[in-house]
């Protein structure tokens, strides 16, 4: 099918992002939003268990509650955000509730968990995915969106968000030694900087230049197409996002479903004077260190390879770190599929925004990235963590880790039958030709 093609006026120029502060501003906005989202998660199961009293039924339960929420708003949050277009208000929501985070767990999570765990647990996961699980989303594509707008590589200005991971890990650690409810307040902190930022961010308005990176129409001064529950339903039919979907279901949620009890298999291995929880947290730092450093150059590999061979080196890259986990159990191996997650994680972050907005209608961006990715690894998540983790009870870690390596090739060739090849819609130095309407691939 035909495809319109961007002029070339409208390929991003990149040169020197560091020069322009909208690069700087947009990085803080990443910078704080995730050092919320790794103090919230680093701690919470502890907190839960140690400071809230909290059963692990429980503690399960909140968790459940939290990606159960996750789901339903991820498409009323992509919709809204593409009607929204550069608006910031749902962001401003995220923060909002960000803010909240230690008076909600110091005036209201904590007393009622003493009177009713399961309302306690229902509630406290209810106001964390407003957040996190689901907030995240929000914040990936209104920054993404923007970095178009501002010409600067996406994958340059998320790396802010592991080195924010990287600092909050660290630094929470002290918090958590001095006060573990203290760690709360810390988001608090956190979400009142990310707020400042966000309301000082430069956003297009219609007539500048940047304003096109909204718009299926190359003219800036174009009106914005209306979004309608037919070019909705010309994504859903559309064979590479079918595809999309798949692979994301299966391979980016066994990411998470991997690392969730990969703590545990750790620590039955690992041997060294270091205790087993210490080294792992040591390793854990160091990998979301080099993870900030491979981001700065992924953006070039999957310009120059393609986002859809990036998402397959993705999942491969995976295959190679579970399968690896189970064959190979010395400490120094253990701590190198661990390093590995330094390589996955650029490769699909960087990946799947770009497949987004070469291969899809980028009036619709947000929504894309909220079913397509979201929303499919949401589901995957439930799923498997529930299959596997009875798995490790029944046939133990290795053989679990075989069987999900083998999940992961299947998922990835069934994806690569129905994803088409994002680089024909690339521009000539192999970054986004811009934004432009693609007409649906039947599925």
Known sequence: MSRRTAPAADVPDRANPVRKPAFWNFGGLFFFYFAIWQLAFTFLSRWLEVEAGMSYGNIGLLNSVMALTAFCLQPVYGVLQDRLGFRKHLFAFVVLVGALMGPFFAFVFTPLVDVNQ?????????????????????????????????????????????????????????????????????????????????????????????????????????????????????????????????????????????????????????????????????????????????????????????AKRGLQLFALVLVVRVVGSALFTQTSMLVLWRLLAAVEMPLMLIAVMKYITRMFDVRISATAYMIGFNMAKQVGIVIFSWVFGSAYDFIGFSSSYLIMGVVVLAVTGIAGVLMEDDRPHAAADGSDAGAREREPVDA
């Open 118 to 306: 399961v309302l306690g647990a229902v509630l406290g996961g209810l106001f964390l995915s407003l957040t996190l699980n689901a907030g995240v989303g929000i914040v990936e594509t209104f920054n993404e969106r923007n970095s178009r707008a501002h010409r600067f590589e996406y994958g340059h200005v998320r790396l802010f968000g592991s080195v924010a991971g990287a600092i909050a890990s660290l630094v929470g650690g002290f918090i958590w030694a001095s006060n573990p409810n203290s760690i709360w307040w810390a988001g608090t902190f956190s979400a009142i900087v990310l707020g400042a930022l966000l309301l000082v961010a430069r956003t297009p308005k219609p007539g500048d230049p940047g304003y096109a990176a909204l718009n299926a129409d190359e003219s800036r001064d174009a009106p914005r197409a209306k979004i309608d529950k037919r070019v909705l339903l010309e994504l859903l039919r559309n064979r590479s996002f079918v595809g999309f979907m798949v692979l994301m279901f299966g391979a980016a949620a066994l990411y998470d479903v991997f690392d969730q009890q990969f703590p545990n298999y750790f620590a039955r291995f690992a041997v060294g004077e270091l205790d087993p929880q210490v080294l792992f947290s040591r390793v854990v730092f160091a990998q979301i260190l080099l993870e900030a450093l491979v981001m700065i150059a992924m953006p070039f590999v999957i310009n120059r390879i393609g």
